[in-house]
């Protein structure tokens, strides 16, 4: 049974680092076979795949055309744990952060607790 | 990006009824369609995947079908802890996009 635990702030600064870690038992980083993803959901956006990272021999990412230039995840295979970062964030960043696992590329098998992060000063 | 619309936003029903959820997609998705139930403050939780196939542990009230651009998540006889919000995804392609939810309340 694959668990993902989240663990960050909850509050950020307008033009600050949102940073978010998500440790995972049950299964590796490094899996073949699965991908480690980041999702936001918040009223007015909804849910809102971010990107993911996944090792196929090498690692790969992909992520999405709205955050592409502000966006980075990361695995830590030391720790069996990938992170979020998302740089200058305004107040539209302001949701609910899930990390999840994604078999085949495909569907979502396995969430996060879900983070709540606010943007403000 | 693959476009999902779901239909309806939000539907009231009694317990013991057949509710039906469709999604559609912008283009065909090749059966590759996801069902999720939310409840307020958790994180979705997977129902049906690859359109048709119930996740392990998922009542078989739950059923799924579809093909193409067109899908439905049927819960055939609505239970009290089915009153929720239900999210479709596409996995077709990245980026991974969802519906927009339909919230089930109660009748």
């Known amino acids: 049974q694959v668990q993902l635990q989240q663990s960050g702030p909850g509050l950020v600064k307008p033009s600050q680092t949102l940073s978010l870690t998500c440790a995972i038992s049950?299964?590796?980083?490094?899996?073949?076979?699965?991908?480690w993803n980041w999702i936001r959901q918040s009223p007015s956006r909804g849910l809102e795949w971010l990107g993911r990272?996944?090792?196929?021999?090498?690692?790969?990412?992909d992520y999405a055309v709205s955050v592409k230039s502000r966006v980075t995840i990361d695995p830590d295979t030391s720790k069996n744990l990938f992170s979020l970062q998302l740089n200058s964030v305004t107040p539209e960043d302001a949701a609910v952060y899930y990390c999840?696992?994604?078999?085949?590329?495909?569907?979502?098998?396995?969430w996060g607790q879900g983070t709540l992060v606010t943007v403000s000063s | 990006d693959i476009q999902m619309t779901q239909s309806p936003s939000s539907l009231s029903a009694s317990v013991g009824d057949r509710v039906t959820i469709t999604c559609r997609a912008s283009?065909?998705?090749?059966?590759?369609l996801n069902w999720y139930q939310q409840k307020p403050g958790k994180a979705p939780k997977l129902l049906i995947y690859?359109?048709?196939s119930l996740q392990s542990g998922v009542p078989s009230r739950f059923s799924g079908s579809g093909s193409g651009t067109d899908y439905t998540l049927t819960i055939s006889s609505l239970q009290p802890e089915d009153f929720a919000t239900y999210f479709c995804?596409?996995?077709?392609?990245?980026?991974?996009?969802f519906g927009g939810g339909t919230k089930v309340e109660i009748k």
């Open positions: 690859a359109a048709s």
């Open positions: 995804q596409q996995g077709t392609s990245t980026p991974l996009t």
């Open positions: 283009q065909s998705i090749s059966r590759y």
């Open positions: 990272t996944y090792y196929r021999s090498k690692w790969y990412n």
């Open positions: 049950g299964d590796s980083v490094s899996s073949r076979s699965a991908a």
């Open positions: 999840a696992r994604t078999v085949t590329g495909t569907f979502i098998d396995s």
